[in-house]
């Protein structure tokens, strides 16, 4: 048996780039703008700090058992450590699992990220969640 397709060497996600506490978790959820995917949802806040951006995850029961929920929390960590460096200082970013996350390939729960961590930060600083001029 060979090494998984979903890891390769070294940390998944930064240390410094994990998100901990629960407030933090709270602040993204409640004052972020959120993004839908019908595997997952993404929330960002940007807060004025000079801090290192910082990601959470949240893999309820709704997935599955413990040992999915892990792997869902594993992959999704994985695709963050390349895209952390986007996102901008300060920031606080959680990604919550939905149901159909469980059975997604990796290629489409990345895909499906990147939508939303586009629509995110392509909001970031305007005010209305459309383009002021009807094109996207």
């Keep these: 048996m060979g090494g998984s397709p979903y890891f390769e060497e070294g940390p998944v996600l930064p240390s410094a780039s994990r998100m901990r506490r629960g407030d933090e978790f709270a602040d993204a959820i409640r004052r972020g703008r959120r993004a839908g995917r019908p595997t997952l949802v993404a929330h ?3 807060r004025e700090a000079d801090e290192p951006p910082l990601v959470g995850f949240v893999v309820s029961k709704a ?14 960590r994985h695709l963050m450590r390349s895209r952390v460096e986007a996102l901008p200082r300060g920031s606080l970013l959680v990604v919550r699992a939905n149901p159909p996350a469980a059975s997604a390939r990796s290629e489409h729960l990345a ?3 990147d939508v939303a961590l586009d629509r995110l930060l392509r909001r970031r600083g305007s ?3 459309t383009p002021t001029d009807g094109r996207s």
């Design 127 to 129: 005010g209305s969640r």
């Design 63 to 76: 997935i599955g058992g413990a040992v999915v929920r892990n792997q869902v929390k594993r992959r999704l």
């Design 44 to 46: 960002l806040n940007v």
């Design 111 to 113: 895909a499906e990220l």
